[in-house]
């Protein structure tokens, strides 16, 4: 079936076929907004992520499901990386012509495939005709106990600098993609399948353990940087300390000149975090029940220094890759 077929209100009604309300959300997708129950002591966290084909995916390299599964985790990633649960999605889809029925509905499968994995409702959202590429817009909604907040800018100098899971694993999958091969399933799932970082989110939160967080989208010194400027600090971090996988350190280990990706490459979704010296054995308690790994890769010192990073060697990296940045490039 055709959308032109089924028309934007028939499409609507398909969503809201497939997408009923959940515990907390009183009306959702069909009025003119949502209607969602706030609790008393707890704060409303609000973001807002857009996929646009070609800059952030390809259609010839991902399904719609896993595209859709794409679009909640990071935003998911977002709330977690201020500590907190996500509650519901609105999403916004600029459709193109050729897009057929069948495809969309695949999208949407992924969509409340992943909301259901952290607990999310969809509630609403909006769709238009796209005369260019397939956008996806997707504002999250999430909930934390008022004094539970972490934001960026708590950093203090003699915190540790830790990260979760590995890093560069998305880019060099984006890497080989672009190259015109095929990258391994575990790369491929980490570029196209992220997974966010939800629930250690919400337990350095809850337990007081992280003075400043932020999710790793734009690359570790990019998304570093963002921290320390929020902070006023700078940062020395242990280039031989990155947490690398199997597959980045196999392939680092033939081609030594990616070992950039690990610091700039995007789109890991883990979570970057300070926590202040008192706390460390706290966090290794942490550490021994999560699934996955904490590294401590660098400690926060005091002054507008930036970050300075040693290489694996022990050597200074004078001028490291900085990141991913939309409106500027070459950087």
């Known amino acids: 079936m055709k959308l032109a077929e089924l028309g934007e209100f028939g499409f609507i009604a398909r969503i809201r076929a497939a997408a009923p309300p959940g515990p907390g959300l009183r009306l959702g997708i069909g009025d003119d907004c949502a209607v969602s129950e706030v609790t008393a002591g707890e704060l409303l966290l609000t973001t807002t992520d857009m996929l646009l084909e070609d800059v952030h995916f390809c259609r010839d390299w991902t399904s719609p499901r896993l595209l859709g599964r794409k679009c909640v985790a990071v935003n998911v990633s977002d709330i977690a990386a201020m500590g907190g649960t996500v509650r519901h999605l609105y999403l916004g889809l600029g459709i193109p012509a050729d897009m057929a029925v069948a495809e969309l509905d695949e999208l949407l499968a992924g969509v409340l495939e992943a909301a259901a994995d952290y607990g999310a409702d969809l509630a609403g959202g909006d769709t238009c005709a796209s005369s260019g590429p397939l956008v996806l817009s997707l504002t999250a ?178 001028s490291p890759p900085s990141g991913h940045d939309h409106f500027r490039r070459g950087v």
Do not use: K, W
């Open 141 to 318: 909604e999430g909930t934390i106990a008022d004094g539970d907040v972490v934001g960026r800018g708590g950093a203090c100098p003699g915190d540790a600098v830790y990260v979760s899971g590995s890093l560069g694993d998305s880019a060099l999958a984006l890497r080989e993609l672009r190259a015109g091969r095929r990258p391994s399933a575990f790369l491929a799932s980490r570029h196209h399948d992220p997974t966010a970082r939800a629930a250690l989110g919400q337990r350095l939160a809850r337990e007081h353990l992280a003075t400043a967080m932020i999710d790793v989208s734009d690359g570790l010194l990019a998304d570093l940087g963002h921290l320390l400027r929020a902070s006023t600090c700078g940062a020395r971090i242990d280039g031989a300390a990155l947490p690398l996988s199997a597959d980045f350190a196999a392939a680092l280990a033939v081609e030594p000149g990616l070992f950039p990706l690990a610091l700039s490459g995007g789109e890991d979704y883990e979570l970057l975090f300070t926590v202040p010296p008192a706390a460390i054995a706290s966090l290794a308690r942490v550490a021994e029940t999560e699934t996955i790994p904490l590294s401590r890769i660098g400690t926060v010192v005091a002054g507008a220094q930036g970050v300075i990073v040693t290489d694996r060697n022990g050597g200074v990296v004078a």
